[in-house]
Protein backbone atom coordinates (compact mmCIF):
# COMPACT_ATOMS: atom_id res chain seq x y z
CA UNK A 1 0.00 0.00 0.00
CA UNK A 2 1.55 3.03 -0.85
CA UNK A 3 0.79 6.70 0.21
CA UNK A 4 -1.55 7.63 -2.32
CA UNK A 5 -3.69 4.13 -1.34
CA UNK A 6 -3.68 5.48 2.25
CA UNK A 7 -4.61 8.91 1.13
CA UNK A 8 -7.08 8.21 -0.42
CA UNK A 9 -8.48 5.45 2.51
CA UNK A 10 -8.15 8.54 4.99
CA UNK A 11 -10.39 10.63 2.46
CA UNK A 12 -12.94 7.76 2.03
CA UNK A 13 -13.41 7.02 5.71
CA UNK A 14 -14.23 10.75 6.50
CA UNK A 15 -16.52 10.83 3.42
CA UNK A 16 -18.50 7.79 5.28
CA UNK A 17 -18.51 9.63 8.48
CA UNK A 18 -19.64 12.36 6.35
CA UNK A 19 -22.31 10.51 4.91
CA UNK A 20 -23.38 9.25 7.98
CA UNK A 21 -23.99 12.41 9.77
CA UNK A 22 -25.71 13.94 6.82
CA UNK A 23 -28.05 10.16 6.86
CA UNK A 24 -28.90 11.38 10.58
CA UNK A 25 -29.66 14.64 9.61
CA UNK A 26 -31.79 13.91 6.82
CA UNK A 27 -33.49 11.51 9.52
CA UNK A 28 -33.95 14.05 11.71
CA UNK A 29 -35.35 16.44 9.76
CA UNK A 30 -37.89 13.90 8.38
CA UNK A 31 -39.13 13.79 11.62
CA UNK A 32 -39.27 17.23 13.27
CA UNK A 33 -42.23 18.08 14.77
CA UNK A 34 -42.59 21.70 14.05
CA UNK A 35 -42.75 21.27 9.46
CA UNK A 36 -42.38 24.84 9.16
CA UNK A 37 -38.41 24.93 10.81
CA UNK A 38 -36.87 23.43 7.58
CA UNK A 39 -33.36 24.33 7.99
CA UNK A 40 -30.70 25.46 5.25
CA UNK A 41 -28.94 22.57 5.06
CA UNK A 42 -29.44 19.86 1.97
CA UNK A 43 -28.74 16.50 3.93
CA UNK A 44 -29.96 14.73 0.78
CA UNK A 45 -27.36 16.03 -1.75
CA UNK A 46 -24.51 15.91 1.29
CA UNK A 47 -25.29 12.44 2.19
CA UNK A 48 -25.99 11.92 -1.74
CA UNK A 49 -22.08 13.09 -2.64
CA UNK A 50 -20.39 11.69 0.20
CA UNK A 51 -21.14 8.12 -0.39
CA UNK A 52 -20.83 8.64 -3.90
CA UNK A 53 -16.87 9.71 -2.81
CA UNK A 54 -16.68 6.95 -0.19
CA UNK A 55 -17.56 4.25 -2.56
CA UNK A 56 -15.07 5.25 -5.22
CA UNK A 57 -12.07 6.25 -3.20
CA UNK A 58 -12.82 3.43 -1.42
CA UNK A 59 -13.74 0.52 -4.38
CA UNK A 60 -10.31 1.88 -5.87
CA UNK A 61 -8.33 1.42 -2.70
CA UNK A 62 -9.83 -2.03 -2.33
CA UNK A 63 -9.16 -2.95 -5.82
CA UNK A 64 -5.39 -2.18 -5.49
CA UNK A 65 -5.15 -4.16 -1.92
CA UNK A 66 -6.52 -6.81 -3.70
CA UNK A 67 -4.45 -6.62 -7.27
CA UNK A 68 -1.18 -6.98 -5.17
Not at 2 to 26: C, F, Q
Not at 28 to 43: C, E
Amino acid sequence: MNDSDKIMAVIGGIAVALAVIAWLGDRRRMKRRDLDRVGFMPWTSVFFFALMAAVLLLGVVGKDLFRS
